[in-house]
Structure formats: C-alpha cells, structure tokens
C-alpha cells in the first residue's frame, strides 16, 4: 500500500511508478543522453533553445520538472527518491544542452526548475540591437542561387524570431483582421524581393493574383515553377548527350584517319625509281599501273595508255636484268589513302 511503513524503519517504503508517470524513467532516458541537438549560446539563439528544450521534455513527459507543475514539495514522501532521481536526469539534459561557457555558472545548481528560471532571466532579453539586426537580415536575405526551401526556411525563421521579440499584446478588436492581413502582406513582398532573377516571371503573376496569396501559397507555386525547370534542364541534357558524343566521336575518327593517311608513307624510298612515297615492292613500273590509274600533274600523260603488267613496263636483256636503271619520267604512283 501507498505510504506504508516498513517495520523499524522511518523511510516509506517505495512504491512502483506506471509508464505514463512523469517519475518513470525509461532505459533509455539516462543522464548523458542528448535530448536536442543545438546548444544554448547566449541571447541570440535563446528562443530557438527553449523551444527545442520545451518539446524534448514535453517528449518524455518530464516538462513539470522545470515549469513548476511538479515540484518536491507537490509529492509524498514515498516517491521522494524517484523524484530526486528524475530531476537530477532532468537537470543533465539542461546543462548538457547549453554550451561551456554557460555551464561554468550553473554546474552547481541541484534543481531543474532553479536551472530553467535562471536561462530564462539571463538570456531571454531583447534590446534594441538584436531587434535591429534580425530586422535587417530580413530585408537583406537573398536567394543568391541557393535552393527555394532553404531560402524560405530561412527567412521564416528569422520571421518568428522577431514576432517573438515584438509581439503585440493579443487584441480582439476589429482591427485584428487587417493587422494580419498587413503582417501577411509584408512577409509576401519580403520572400518576393530576395528571389533570385529566374523567378520573375512566376513572381509577376503572383503580384497580379487577386486576393494575394499567403507567403505559404507562394512558395508552393514557385516550388512548382523550381521543379519544372530542374525536370526540363535535366531532360534536355540527357537528350542531347548522345547525339554529341556521336557526332564528336566521328570528326575525331575522321580526322584521326585523315592523317594517318597523310603521314603513313613518309619515309619511304622506291630501291628502282628512287622516288619516295612507295618501296619497289608496290612500285607500278615493276607491277603494272591499275586500270583507274591517273597521272598527277602531268598533262602529257593525260592520253596514254599504261601496260598492265610489268614484262611490257621493264624490258629485260637475256640475263634477265633490267636494261633501265634510270627512273623514267613515266614512272607514277599512287600512295594509298
């Protein structure tokens, strides 16, 4: 039973939690475990923190630890010792959190609300300079090639961060509707400026809609217009690759044979006419000219007639040698091409 006392012992005995319990740690929820993953850094990034803390805690169900909602005070005696477990678990993950510089002036605090209250009184301060400068990052923030998500991701943060430091006191007013729309209508002009120049024709359109849409809207329609364009560059390169790399691959072929041609029989030495170009072996004054054989630059050879074979080329004396041993100016040949 709840609240029984053991025999000759003072301490109540301890009674076990159910899961649902804010005192119930699961295996998984030791003290080293991270529970976010940015770390609190001063006032610049104070609201960010405390947002993701809140929703880590609020996770495990553990957010009365620090909001005041379950205090020491508010538990009885037998679930004294689970509590303090819970909030030292609870007061890791705050000072884990946060970085070194911040940590020296509180890794002596034993409470998670005493750590919360004191973050909360030190950093979540906004002077006129840190207004200033988000102030000015919205209206200088520029697209400048970078992808349409993360140029909007960026802006809306940088959005929230200055309603939060500015927020007007909630008014139920007639007036609350234009406020909005004027808030709304602002933040539509701001995302439209820093678009890069690609978008202007989307961006036109969206200016002449009637009502003008939401910043969230907008957004929407140029992220159509964003995965048009990747899908139609992406089709027209794949396209044409092929027909490049054909084409190139020919010219090179070409002009690769082209000069082999040119340059296959430099060097070469006829031993019988002493002409270059050829060796005796295909000399056609020992093997006979062919019968599409044309004289080059030659116009008195034009009308002759060339014997097909070599017996009536070369005559031969009874020893069977060549009674010519001069080249003969009718001695022509073809290199082969």
């Known amino acids: 039973m709840a609240g029984e006392i053991s025999e000759g012992s003072d301490t109540p005995k301890e009674v076990p939690v159910d899961f649902d319990d804010p005192l119930y740690i699961h295996p998984s929820d030791n003290s080293v475990t991270s529970i976010i993953t940015i770390k609190l850094t001063g006032n ?16 495990r169900n553990k957010l009365g630890f620090v909001d005041g909602t379950l205090t020491r005070e508010k538990i009885d005696n037998t679930k004294s010792a689970k509590w303090e477990r819970v909030n030292a678990v609870v007061c890791n ?67 929230k961060d200055f309603d939060g430091l500015t927020s007007l006191t909630e008014c139920v007013c007639v007036a609350t509707t234009k406020l909005n729309d004027h808030s709304k209508m602002m933040k539509l002009m701001q995302f439209l400026s820093g678009l890069d120049d690609v978008y202007n024709q989307v961006k036109s359109h969206i200016l002449l809609m009637e009502p003008l849409p939401n910043v969230k809207t907008a957004f929407s329609i140029l992220s159509r217009e964003e995965s048009l364009q990747k899908n139609g560059s992406l089709s027209s390169v794949s396209s044409s690759k092929p027909q490049v790399s054909v084409f190139n691959s020919k010219i090179t072929d070409s002009k690769r044979g082209q000069g082999q041609n040119r340059f296959r029989n430099q060097g070469l030495q006829c031993k019988h006419c002493n002409l270059k170009g050829h060796t005796i072996e295909r000399c056609y004054k020992l093997i006979g000219y062919p019968k599409d054989f044309k004289p080059k630059n030659d116009k008195n050879n034009q009308n002759k007639s060339f014997p097909m074979n070599a017996s009536s080329v070369v005559p031969t004396n009874d020893s069977g040698v060549s009674s010519s041993s001069v080249p003969s100016s009718d001695c022509h040949y073809l290199t082969s091409e």
């Open 93 to 159: 993950w705050l000072l884990g959190s946060i970085s070194e510089t911040i940590y020296a002036s509180h890794v002596h605090s034993d409470n998670a609300k005493n750590i919360w209250d004191e973050l909360f009184e030190t950093y979540n301060k906004a002077d006129g300079s840190v207004i200033f400068n988000i102030h000015q990052q919205i209206n200088t923030l520029k697209q400048n090639g970078s992808s349409l998500s993360k140029y909007y991701n960026k802006l809306d943060s940088l959005w």
């Open 44 to 59: 610049e990034n104070f609201r960010v923190w405390r947002s993701a803390i809140t929703r880590g805690l609020k996770a």
